[in-house]
């Protein structure tokens, strides 16, 4: 594919890290501008590139995020990341994995205290309540398989870096890490902290150690136990309070018919 040459920030950084972020950039290619990072880095799955080939884009056309959601992307003002991951096995928690590794960077390289959401969001504390925390980063995890039948996985992650790396509208519900710190912010030395953390956290994964995992993301989720919240059904809205995380990655939450057991879909804090 012809892909462009690497900004010096995302070398320096890439160079910097690379006896830490373990396969995460065994090949890279950067792209101005791509319709979406994750449907890149698919094709080059099938094409045969090495586990940990990164797409990096300054901007996306076509971002998305769970459940079909765009994933506002304009040019130079976040990172637009997605990795090929060839043990398949991993899938079913990567995303919970990703949110570690992704969050655990942010926190080495800005100090700033995030937290996650369940299921993939990265939110920058704002006070105690829950619903006041606003969405920074977000991850989207993909399963692929190639003609010849060989699964992989695309990690996929975008971070909001710039003040206006969301539009004005979703003020209430983003924010980006110039906002949060107050100061202009290299997102390649970012980068290099995110992809050491999720390098460590995949590592766990594929070395069974899916308990470690599951640990550290209940660390940096208090929203995960305690907070009032509700989902929709096709049934309609329904609410509760959570209580925990499971051992496959399901959200516990309790109501007044009993608990129940959250393995896909969105919720809100009240």
Known sequence: MAADPLPLEIDAALRATASARGIFGTRVFYFAETGST??????AAERGEPDGTLVIAAAQTAGRGRLGRT???PPGAGLYVSAVLRDAAIAPWLTL???VGVAEGLRAATGLPVQLKWPNDVVA???????ARRKLAGILAEASSTSDGLQSVVLGFGINVRADAFPPELGDRATSLEVELGRPVDGGPVLGHVLVALNRAVMDLSGGRVDEVLRRWRALAPSSTGASVEWDTPDGVRAGV???LDADGALLVRNGTGMERLISGEIRWL
């Open 71 to 73: 994933w506002y992307s």
């Open 38 to 43: 994750n449907d890149v880095a698919a094709l």
């Open 242 to 244: 959570t209580a925990g």
């Open 125 to 131: 504390t704002a006070g105690p309540a829950f619903r």
């Open 97 to 99: 994995a990703g949110g």
